[in-house]
């Protein structure tokens, strides 16, 4: 397992933009796959972007596909998620996760979790 501490959360108008940032602990950062998951008040956790070991190959939740972008920087053992035109909609808290091997968008297939960040967006 890796250790995640998740950061760049906050409180941002409609259409306005996010990154937040997923740092990780351990030797082997490069041989996990990434996901950002998110889970709004009242609701089950969901998936909302994946990238490879590699950074290759990439997948979104249909919710925030061409808003968001996932990507990593291995040297740096850190993960982005870029959040552009965001929407009241998004507002949750956004855990970063990590498993070994290939991407996966089932929030039980990942083992090593952050502590979330509160993203809100406002109308």
């Known amino acids: 397992q890796v250790q995640l501490v998740e950061s760049g959360g906050g409180l941002v108008q409609a259409g306005g933009s996010l990154r937040l940032s997923c740092a990780a602990s351990?030797?082997?950062?490069?041989?996990?796959?990434m996901g950002w998951f998110r889970q709004a008040p009242g609701k089950e956790r969901e998936f909302v972007a994946a990238i490879t070991w590699s950074g290759i190959t990439t997948y979104y939740a249909d919710s925030v596909k061409g808003r968001f972008t996932i990507s990593r920087g291995n040297a740096k053992n850190t993960s982005y998620l870029q959040m552009n035109s965001l929407k009241p909609e998004d507002t949750a808290v956004y855990y970063c996760?990590?498993?070994?091997?290939?991407?996966?968008?089932?929030?039980?297939?990942?083992?090593?979790w952050g502590q979330g960040t509160q993203v809100t967006v406002s109308s």
């Open positions: 351990g030797r082997t950062f490069s041989s996990y796959a």
């Open positions: 996760a990590a498993r070994y091997g290939t991407l996966r968008v089932r929030e039980l297939e990942y083992d090593s």
